[in-house]
């Protein structure tokens, strides 16, 4: 089955350090979703990344998605304490308009101030 | 800021209890889904709804089962607890058929059975 891998599982930074989780699928996908969960809390979506090659920021995070849709990355830059928790990236199925994520692992980001 | 409520917060319950986890959206979203996360690891899912009366199973295999007798609402109901279902347990939704789907989820049910 289809599976969502993530790299690495673990990273602990400076605050003012650059930071980068990697993402990667066995399948192509027709979409790729990166959601953040804070330490005791719940996965909060970040963003969406639907074509081939795509780059999108949000602020200090740097989101692409490769050109054969099969991976991604999410790369932050001069971390700060605020960026502390779990990044997760998530694609869909492949096949059918049934519409359900695949989990990656996560990297759980601490940050020393 | 999403409208999806989970309770209660906590559970601490004994072995063989039946317990129902509630979870509740106000968005009018189709779809909802209710994963399982252990500390500091992935989301499994147990169990998705494309709409009333619609229940699937999901990923892994879970001895809880769900219904979906109203869109704003999914419980997940355990008819006999066991410490081996001590997990935090997230509901989400999301809008059917929308090419950005995205999931909000709530704040989750963390299950301890003792």
């Known amino acids: 089955g289809q599976q969502v891998m993530q790299i690495p599982q673990y990273q602990h930074v400076q605050e003012g350090e650059d930071f980068t989780t990697y993402c990667n699928s066995s399948t192509t996908l027709s979409n790729i979703q990166w959601y953040k969960q804070r330490p005791g809390g719940h996965p909060v979506f970040l963003i969406q990344?639907?074509?081939?090659?795509e780059v999108k920021k949000q602020k200090r995070l740097t989101f692409q998605f490769g050109e054969a849709k099969k991976n991604s990355s999410l790369h932050i830059t001069a971390t700060q304490t605020t960026d502390v928790g779990t990044y997760f990236c998530a694609g869909p199925r492949s096949g059918g308009s049934n519409y359900k994520l695949t989990f990656g692992k996560g990297t759980l980001l601490t940050v020393n101030p | 800021e999403a409208d999806i409520y989970q309770t209660p917060r906590y559970l601490v319950i004994g072995t063989g209890k039946k317990i129902t986890l509630e979870c509740s959206q106000t968005?009018?979203?189709?779809?909802m889904y209710w994963y399982q996360q252990d500390p500091g690891m992935e989301l499994h899912l147990i169990h998705y709804?494309?709409?009333?009366?619609?229940?699937e199973k999901g990923d892994l295999s879970s001895e809880s089962t769900v219904s979906r007798i109203r869109t704003e609402h999914f419980p997940l109901t355990l008819e006999s607890a066991r410490p081996s279902h001590t997990s935090q347990y997230l509901c989400a939704s999301s809008e059917l058929g929308r090419l950005n789907e995205k999931l909000f989820f709530g704040s989750g049910t963390q299950l301890s059975v003792l």
């Open positions: 968005m009018g979203h189709d779809k």
């Open positions: 990344l639907v074509k081939s090659g």
């Open positions: 709804s494309y709409g009333v009366n619609s229940t």
